[in-house]
C-alpha cells in the first residue's frame, strides 16, 4: 500500500464547517493526489500536488483547497462543507519512471449533514 | 484535455464465458494506462498497467488488456470469467512528458459476473 494512511476514515460534519482530510505517506513520492468517489462519477480528482508547494487543481475542485507543507502530507480542506460534498474520498500517490503505479489509502467517508 | 471514458456502466456475463470492459483514452503525448479493481467498501488494487512495449498485456487474477494505439483504446479482457470476478473496475490514464501528467480516472464500470 506504499505506506499511505488516511485520518479520519469516517467523518459526519455540519454544513458550514470547515474539514481538513490528511494523507499522509512514508517513501518520499513526490505525486499526490485527492480523489472523490460518488456513485455514476468514479473517481473525480480534486487536487494534485507534484511537490512540496506545487499543487494544482483537478476537475472538482470547487470548495476545496490543499496543502503540502512537506512531502509525507497533503492536506485536503473544504472551506465550509456543503451537502455536495458528502462522499468517499481517497488520496493516492503515483510512483515515477518506468515501473509507474498509483497506490491508494484506504478511504475516508465524509457525510455532510 | 486528458480524459479516459468507459461507455457501459455495467457489463453482465455469464461465470465461464470471456468478458471484455471498455476503455477508451484521450492523452496529449505516450499514454501510461492502467486497470484498477475495487471490491464492495474497499480501496482500489491494481490490475494491469500499459507503459510501453507489447500491446497485450497480462496483469493479476488472470486479467489482460489491449493497447490499440490507432484507436485509442485500452479494453480489459479476461478469457473465462469467474463469481468472484464481479467488483468495479476502473481504467486510468496518466499522459505528458517524462510520466509527470495527472492521473485521470474513467467513471467506472460494475462487472457483474452470474453462475
Known amino acids: 500500500d506504499a505506506g499511505i494512511t488516511q485520518s479520519p476514515r469516517h467523518k459526519v460534519t455540519e454544513t458550514g464547517t470547515p474539514v481538513t482530510l490528511r494523507c499522509h505517506q512514508t517513501?518520499?513520492?513526490?505525486?499526490m493526489y485527492w480523489y472523490r468517489q460518488d456513485p455514476g462519477h468514479g473517481l473525480r480528482l480534486i487536487h494534485y500536488?507534484?511537490?512540496?508547494?506545487?499543487?494544482d487543481k483537478g476537475e472538482v475542485s470547487d470548495g476545496y483547497s490543499v496543502s503540502r507543507s512537506k512531502t509525507e502530507d497533503f492536506l485536503l480542506t473544504l472551506e465550509s462543507a456543503t451537502s455536495s460534498q458528502t462522499s468517499v474520498y481517497f488520496c493516492?500517490?503515483?510512483?515515477?519512471?518506468?515501473?509507474?503505479?498509483?497506490?491508494f489509502g484506504q478511504g475516508t467517508r465524509l457525510t455532510v449533514v | 484535455a486528458q480524459s479516459v471514458a468507459q461507455p457501459e456502466d455495467q457489463v453482465n456475463v455469464a461465470e465461464g464465458n470471456p468478458l471484455t470492459v471498455k476503455c477508451t483514452y484521450s492523452?496529449?503525448?505516450?499514454?501510461?494506462l492502467f486497470w484498477y479493481v475495487q471490491y464492495p467498501n474497499r480501496g482500489l488494487q491494481f490490475l494491469l498497467k500499459?507503459?510501453?512495449?507489447?500491446?497485450l498485456v497480462k496483469g493479476s487474477y488472470g486479467f489482460e488488456a489491449e493497447f490499440n494505439k490507432s484507436q485509442t483504446s485500452f479494453h480489459l479482457k479476461k478469457p473465462s470469467a469467474l463469481v468472484s470476478d464481479s467488483a468495479l473496475y476502473f481504467c486510468?490514464?496518466?499522459?505528458?512528458?517524462?510520466?509527470?501528467?495527472?492521473?485521470?480516472f474513467g467513471q467506472g464500470t460494475t462487472l457483474q459476473v452470474k453462475p
Open positions: 493516492a500517490i503515483t510512483t515515477t519512471g518506468m515501473n509507474t503505479e498509483a497506490f
Open positions: 517513501e518520499n513520492h513526490r505525486y
Open positions: 500536488s507534484y511537490g512540496v508547494k506545487d499543487t
Open positions: 492523452v496529449s503525448g505516450n499514454p501510461y
Open positions: 500499459y507503459i510501453t512495449g507489447d500491446n
Open positions: 486510468a490514464v496518466r499522459g505528458g512528458s517524462g510520466n509527470t501528467g495527472k492521473l485521470i
